[in-house]
């Protein structure tokens, strides 16, 4: 049995979430007979519902509000993570199984925007969690230190274009930081949601950045995935972004063992990244549509792209430029991930420009 400290925080969270007026998934889903159905769980790693849930019961301003503590979790607190994945995914089943991993043809994808009048720069990146290690509210100190090193000296492989530099965040003045973090390249601090997760413990410590000489290939190091796996660069080239990502991923798999989940794909800390774990994003202005915010939602949403600040989610628009992504992960291939983005952008360029 639970303690009754972690019931009675499951209990008055609940009621809390259950009188508020929060549009996130687990309080839309999380109705009172799954709450009774899992609050008594665990998993063979000891994860509670609390441990999932406790994030979305301290921010009602959550758009999700669960995470899994370990891989466990989403076969042990299905009740509430298969409506979450069915909603979030557009319609990805409990029966439905994600397809294999397939990149497609890495030179069927262009330039978005080669007039180069709307796009600011174009990124893609996908997650992976390490085998043999849970996600972060269960690692150890011993074991971030562990995964740094596997990681650090993993990339040191790396050749060609892809050779760069592992920095680890202990350590790293705060100046290098902060401009790493104002130019997009590095994860902010003191995310809300992932210390609410209890994602941030022992903070720095595990956690950092590789990037090549020129930041166009980075991957980082146990902020809430073990393992982001980034390709970005200045301007509208998704096809170069694309083929790079696809070589550099296809190049780390050889070295490190991916969690990989039959039914689910490539597994992650958020509901959100499962499958194939892609976000195709571009920075762009689009400042006739954008003057219209919930017209260009609107106009989003119809290509299954999600509209989110400057900064990704819960930030606003600087100068109105918005990181404009695909939505969906689950269900479908990375190429198709990738080219509902490009399709998507498309429509909007056109229509910024029919206006
Ligand atoms: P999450 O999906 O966990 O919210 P993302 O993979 O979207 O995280 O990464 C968010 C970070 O990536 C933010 O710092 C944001 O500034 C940066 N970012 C996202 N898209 C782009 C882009 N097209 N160009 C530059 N930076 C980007
Ligand atoms: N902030 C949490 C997670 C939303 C999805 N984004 C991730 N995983 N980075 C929320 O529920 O809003």
Redesign the pocket.
């Known amino acids: 049995m639970l303690y009754t400290s972690s019931l009675s925080k499951l209990e008055s969270g609940w009621c809390s979430l259950a009188s508020s007026d929060s549009k996130s998934l687990i309080k839309k889903y999380l109705t009172k007979g799954v709450f009774g159905e899992l609050k008594g769980k665990k998993t063979s790693f000891g994860s509670t519902l609390l441990d999932c849930v406790q994030s979305g019961f301290e921010n009602h301003d959550s758009g999700v509000g669960i995470y899994a503590p370990d891989a466990e979790a989403y076969t042990v607190f299905a009740p509430i993570f298969d409506p979450i994945i069915e909603d979030y995914h557009k319609g990805f089943k409990p029966t439905d199984k994600h397809p294999a991993k397939d990149w497609g043809d890495v030179n069927a994808l262009g330039d978005l925007d080669a007039e180069k009048k709307y796009v ?4 893609v ?1 996908c997650a992976r969690s390490l085998v043999g290690y849970p996600f972060n509210p269960l690692l150890t100190e011993a074991q971030y230190k562990e995964m740094e090193e596997k990681v650090s000296t993993t990339l040191k492989g790396l050749a060609g274009d892809l050779q760069g530099e592992f920095y680890r965040l202990t350590g790293m003045s705060k100046t290098v930081q902060q401009k790493l ?1 104002d130019d ?1 390249f590095l ?2 601090e003191g995310d809300r949601f992932l210390q609410a997760a209890n994602a941030s413990r022992f903070w720095p410590t595990g956690r950092g950045i590789f990037h090549n000489r020129d930041k166009t290939f980075l991957v980082w190091c146990n902020e ?1 995935d073990h393992l ?1 796996l ?1 390709s ?1 660069q200045m301007g509208g080239n998704l096809g170069e972004v694309y083929k790079r990502l696809v070589t550099a991923v296809n190049d780390v798999e050889q070295r490190l063992p991916f969690a990989h989940h039959d039914r689910l794909g490539f597994l992650t800390f958020c509901p959100t ?1 499962l499958g194939t774990t892609i ?1 195709a ?3 762009i202005k689009l400042p006739k549509l954008a003057a219209d915010k919930a017209k260009l939602e609107q106009v989003a949403a119809k290509y299954s792209l999600q509209v989110r600040g ?4 819960h930030t606003d628009a600087e100068g109105g430029v918005y ?1 404009i ?1 695909n939505k969906r992960r689950m269900g479908l291939t990375e190429y198709q991930a990738v080219k509902e983005m490009n399709d998507g952008i498309t429509e909007l360029i056109k229509i910024e420009k029919q206006l």
Request: a positive charge.
């Open positions: 600011i720069s174009t990124r990146r973090i997009h994860f902010k809430e982001r980034i970005m990244n976000r994003s571009v920075h400057t900064r990704g989610e990181d992504s």
